[in-house]
């Protein structure tokens, strides 16, 4: 196959349009509202579990944003691709596990439209006399409209109401900070109040400072509800926006969700009709109402109503983003990634969601305390597999470049924060996780339709065999691999059965395309397996391209016979070879996938290496965009302490190992070891990096077994000395072993610096490790020694 150089040129041209992409604001505005808005019903939630204590929570929140603005921006930059968590997953695992977050994300877009909608009118409700449902159901259907006319459209909205929010909130903190000093009494009063009674696992429990941070922190995990958001639409924003994203956001939301915690106790009691408990739907407008007055209260039910709506609007963009790749990949149907002709929008996906939204609305009859709790389970669901999806991506693909590295410490500790959470949603109220398990069933059930539909549709053509037998008697086509391309399916004996038949070859026929530099038996063989367990389909292409095509003569006529090899091999799947002459450049790959029908995340190659890579690739960044605010400062203190302390207690145990190794010499060989010794760990003794120190601890691994070595050989050359000695003197009959062995027991006995009995003496140096962690070499501080040959041990 050529490639036509027309063909290509047009295809050059189209891809030499600026597109149209999100810039910095507009793409923070959209996640943003979703975001922000959670602000408005999350310290509701927290106030009832946690009391007195709302602030705590609400930080240990804040504390796992910082983390997971770092686990975000590495996978996501190593991987910008529409899907969020399935994206990430689906890199890293299978296409079956990257459903079940797929799953979860759909889950958590419906749970989101819903609550949100409801919120919001719910808020308006306290100003105007309104009903909920209807209103809800018609917000819903006004944001589908919205979101059909585009995005540009809906990000120029999205923004206003971002800064209006803001300025809101803003306004509503001082507001409280002013009431709070002229009324200091109902803090102090608030702070004398008991806990509040939680729910633990279906009985009620008294309250202590326990409970109320446990179960807080696990219902305050809404509060930032929507950080996820922006990865799903991330190819529609500008290069380099989506970190930019994750600042805008995060920086807010540390700030409003402490200052309003505090500010809600400064303004209103905990108990009372006027108080906390009593206002659960609209806290922020109650407090509001209260610190500024009736004109301040009706601002911030207006803004809530408007926000809530925002993330309404947020839920339409990410669900489009989501399941457009969905079925891309032929995880969902098709048709759902058509667009029309007019603004270019998935109107399908648009549908599709408003219908089932609004029936989730008229079902649960505007409540939205359930599909909270269904939502809180599909968030932290999403965000423990995220974390999961980090780690395999550092543990898998370190070769891919990213912008972003999250220490490890930063994903195992992210992952434990999220499984609390989960815990404590769970225990505090297990019923809810009936309806999550009803709504993730169901949303698991399409997918599973759409994993083995050919399953099922040779079933069901083999029933209705049974039930409805045609006279005509032949085997169905679909179970012959080598006629597909036969443009009828023949008799199946069943009436209808062609239709289905047909139906089958079709799934069967649609071609995966793999990109091959080399005729790689291996990684060919991979692939196959990659498409066998994954696929629907029985048909690879493997696809070369090549610009000379007298040199490539022996490479092609080896790809056709990888090629023969491989469809003799696996019989029940097909393997076709094609050569093109052409670059191997974007629009190459959209002139074939044009060509050959075939979408571009059907197209797979293997991860290029590095001289693949542009320039741009190369830039790193280790620890990421930590603020200035000082609560950051303190999460990363406590990280960095961490850090420190699993690396000293490793170069600790290294230093011990070598401690026991050198134990058998004499003492003067011993001493000089191990002056040496120590002198080869000052190299990391205060290193920062820990790349660095993870390459100097693998080194001192490798020393260790070189003075192993020398250790034996100097005992072996000891041992041979003394018998030599005692043959010389005809003593060898009745000679031990033991000259050796006593010399080196004394040693052993004599001298009291064993690293876990008792501290070195000073014939060894008062800079040994005395056996417990953080006292004695190598936490001394003072210049270290200089460092020596290993090389150059003596051996008695």
Sequence with gaps: MQVHDVELAEIQDQLSLPPKLLSEWPATAISGNDFMGSVLYSASYVAAKS?????VPLLMVTMVLQLFRLIYGEVITAIPMNGGTYNALLNTTSKRAAAVAACLSILSYVATGVVSATSGVSYLATQVDIPIVGCTVVLLFVFALLATLGITDNSRVALAIFLHHIVVLSVLVVSCVVYGIQNPHVFRDNMQTEYPEVDFAGSMLN??????????????????????????????????????????????????????????????????????????????????YV??????????????????????????????????????????????????KIRGTNHYIIGVYFLLASSLVLVLNGDATIMNGVYTYAFLGLMALFACAGMLLKGKRPEIPRDVSAPWSVLVLGFVMVVVAIFANLLGDPKVLMYFALYFIAVMLVMFVMFERVTILRCFLALMKTAVPSKYGKEPIVDDFRTWDSPEVEHTGARGGRTIARAIVSIRSAPIVFFCKTPDLTIINKVIIYVRRNEQTHTLRIVHMFSDEEAEVPVL?????????????????????????????????EWLSRKMAVPRNMMFITQPDMAFL?????????????????FVSLVKELIVILEVYVTRYSVLAQYRQFLRT???????????????VRAGFDACRFEEDDQRVSLLLRQARDQLKMVSDLVDTAV??????????????????????????????????????????????????????????????????GKGTDKLDLEGIKRG
């Excluded at 799903?232 to 600042?247: D, I, M, S, W």
């Excluded at 741009?616 to 990421?624: G, K, M």
């Excluded at 018998?723 to 033991?738: C, F, L, N, P, V």
Aim: glycine share 10%.
């Design 51 to 55: 009391g007195k204590l709302i602030p």
């Design 207 to 288: 309250g202590d400072v326990f409970t109320a941070v446990f179960f807080g922190f696990g219902a305050g995990m809404t509060g930032i509800s929507g950080f996820e958001s922006s990865a799903n639409y991330v190819e529609e924003q500008a290069p380099g926006v989506f970190r930019k994203t994750l600042h805008n956001m995060s920086v807010p939301t540390t700030l409003f969700n402490v200052l309003l915690g505090v500010g809600i106790l400064a303004v209103l009691p905990l108990e009372g009709d006027g108080g906390i408990y009593a206002n659960f739907d609209a806290l922020l407008a109650k407090t509001a």
């Design 291 to 340: 610190s500024a007055g009736s004109w301040f209260g009706t601002w911030v039910s207006v803004d809530a109503f408007i926000v809530l709506s925002g993330s309404v609007l947020t839920s339409y963009v990410g669900i489009c983003g989501l399941v457009r790749r969905l079925s891309t990949d032929r995880v969902l149907p098709s048709f759902l990634a058509k667009t029309n």
């Design 557 to 589: 006529a080896a790809f056709r016979n990888v090629a023969k090899l491989f469809d003799s091999m696996y019989p029940k799947i097909r393997v076709d070879f094609v050569s093109v002459q052409g670059e191997f450049c974007p629009a190459t790959i």
């Design 614 to 630: 542009t320039p741009r690739s190369f830039h790193f960044n280790h620890v990421l965009f930590w603020y200035t605010v000082p």
């Design 662 to 676: 050198t134990k058998p010499l004499a003492d003067d060989v011993r001493v000089d070891v191990r002056r040496q």
């Design 716 to 781: 072996a050359q000891q041992r041979s000395a003394e018998s030599d000695k005692d043959w010389k003197k005809g003593e060898w009959t009745t000679a031990k072993t033991g000259p050796t062995t006593t010399s080196t027991e004394s040693a052993m006995d004599t001298n009291k610096d064993t690293w876990m009995d008792d501290p070195s003496d000073d014939k060894d140096g008062k800079e040994d490790v005395k056996g417990r962690v953080g006292t004695g070499w190598p936490w001394k501080s």
